[in-house]
């Protein structure tokens, strides 16, 4: 079965750092564009960052400076580093990977952040 889980989130501070993983049960980060994104509460998924194959990132204005997203050497797993979050960070982060044609999201980890 294909899927994507991710992991790393929890409560952490203004002004703290928090690192998510994204493991994949197929190396689909090696052939497609995968990327990051989140949710808050009342408002739409949003794109956060995004990684393709060869390595090209590109960001969400929002965390530009802040987040970085890289990709482990085995390719079934990425990561998100978030750093000096803001309680507008605060959302539920998924993980979107593509395999054989079909798009996959993970079941999202939790990221608070208080003031």
Known sequence: Q????ESGGGLVQAGGSLRLSCVA????????????YRQ????????VAT????????YADSVKGRFTISRASAKKTAYLQMNSLKPEDTAVYYCNGR?????????????????
């Open 25 to 36: 049960s197929e190396p689909m980060f090696s052939f497609n564009t995968m990327g990051w």
């Open 99 to 115: 395999w054989d044609g079909v798009n996959y999201w993970g079941q999202g980890t939790q990221v608070t952040v208080s003031s």
């Open 51 to 58: 990684l393709t194959p060869g390595g090209s990132t590109n």
């Open 2 to 5: 294909v899927q994507v889980v």
């Open 40 to 47: 808050a509460p009342g408002k739409q998924r949003e794109l």
